[in-house]
């Protein structure tokens, strides 16, 4: 076979490699990661954050479900019906002292709860704060900070609410017991009040039905949403 009748072997060009698309693809892939590692970082961060929450107020009150309605405690019907019964204590501080507080100044943001509530004790028809409970809350205020979260400041009053010459019904003093907390965590605290929400629930969420135990149910829960 002549050398003319050999096929002759084509060669096809390549082109060079376009930098700018190995560099972006590499930029994408380094982002993805970082996104990963950030995410596991936030969550362990959160984790953290609840773990120390509990340990820092070491009370037995500490309780665990939606919003302090301990977890198999009445249906859904009942649990609605209390939502619509709330109170919210009126706004009337917000404007003042705003510019120095803690915090952020907006609260209207996705917000994610964490199960857990502080309970602070009082005693029957009273809305003073006991010495106990200033050390919770100061606990708690060490414990907050300037984290991104808001509070929701819940009181409440025993089930067998007896009427007395400052309280004729047992809403106005939950409410009272809930502003009172609130009003501790802006000045001690300096926490801005946009980050406070006062509610008032009279005796429609009891955390035990047994009489015997009425006196616990004179309490205000502070339950913390962490803003996204």
């Known amino acids: 076979m002549s050398a003319g009748n050999q096929k002759k072997k084509r060669i096809f060009e390549t082109k060079p490699p376009d930098m700018f698309m190995l560099s972006y693809a590499s930029l994408a892939t380094l982002l993805l990661a970082f996104f990963i590692v950030l995410n596991t970082f936030t969550e362990e961060k959160k984790k953290e954050f609840i773990e120390g929450f509990q340990r820092s107020m070491k009370r037995r009150e500490i309780t665990f479900g939606m919003g302090g309605i301990l977890s198999g405690w009445g249906d859904d019907k009942e649990k609605e019906a209390i939502r619509k019964m709330k109170y919210i204590y009126p706004d009337e501080k917000k404007e ?29 028809h009273d809305a003073a704060i006991p010495l106990e409970g200033r050390r919770s809350l100061n606990n708690l205020i060490d414990l907050i900070g300037e984290r991104p979260c808001s509070l929701i400041i819940e009181g409440h009053t025993r089930r067998n609410f007896i009427p007395s010459g400052e309280y004729h019904n047992c809403w106005k003093l939950s409410l009272d017991r809930a502003k009172v907390v609130a009003d501790y965590l802006h000045e001690k605290g300096n926490i801005s009040f946009k980050r406070l929400i006062p509610v008032g629930y009279g005796n429609n969420k009891p955390l035990t039905k047994d009489i015997r135990s009425d006196r616990h149910n004179d309490r205000v829960s502070i339950i913390i949403n962490i803003l996204k």
């Open 96 to 124: 003042s002292r705003e510019s120095s507080d803690k915090g952020v100044n907006e609260i209207n943001r996705e917000e994610e709860h964490i199960p857990a509530a502080v309970v602070v004790s009082f005693d029957e």
